[in-house]
């Protein structure tokens, strides 16, 4: 059974960091790119941050850049979003998703969990 789990979310102050982990089980994890989106109340779902499954080569929103980190573990079926000076307009629910490499109709996406940034 596939399953991701997104785990890290909370409240912080701005100027504060976070660690979002997203654990994957149920498919060949090295085979997907991974993904990190956001969605905040009355807005579209934007992607943040790809880690691509073929080396790994990342990218991110132009509003994150310098700011985020995305990393992915092969043998942990993990990847994670390192979230440091927030600001308030990064609150939002924040997904991880899968597709794979050759795919991108084949996906999966957590559940989301909760990024709340306020003083």
């Known amino acids: 059974q596939v399953e991701l789990v997104d785990s890290g979310g909370g409240l912080v102050q701005p100027g504060g960091s976070l660690r979002l982990s997203c654990v994957a089980s149920?498919?060949?994890?090295?085979?997907?790119?991974m993904s990190w989106y956001r969605q905040a109340p009355g807005k579209e779902r934007e992607l943040v941050a790809v880690s691509r499954a073929n080396g790994g080569s990342t990218n991110y929103a132009e509003s994150v850049k310098g700011r985020f980190t995305i990393s992915r573990d092969n043998v942990k079926n993990t990847v994670y979003l390192q979230m440091n000076s927030l600001k308030p307009e990064d609150t939002a629910v924040y997904y991880c998703?899968?597709?794979?490499?050759?795919?991108?109709?084949?996906?999966?996406w957590g559940q989301g969990t909760q990024v709340t940034v306020s003083s």
């Open positions: 998703r899968a597709n794979h490499l050759f795919s991108s109709t084949n996906e999966y």
């Open positions: 149920g498919f060949t994890f090295r085979y997907y790119h």
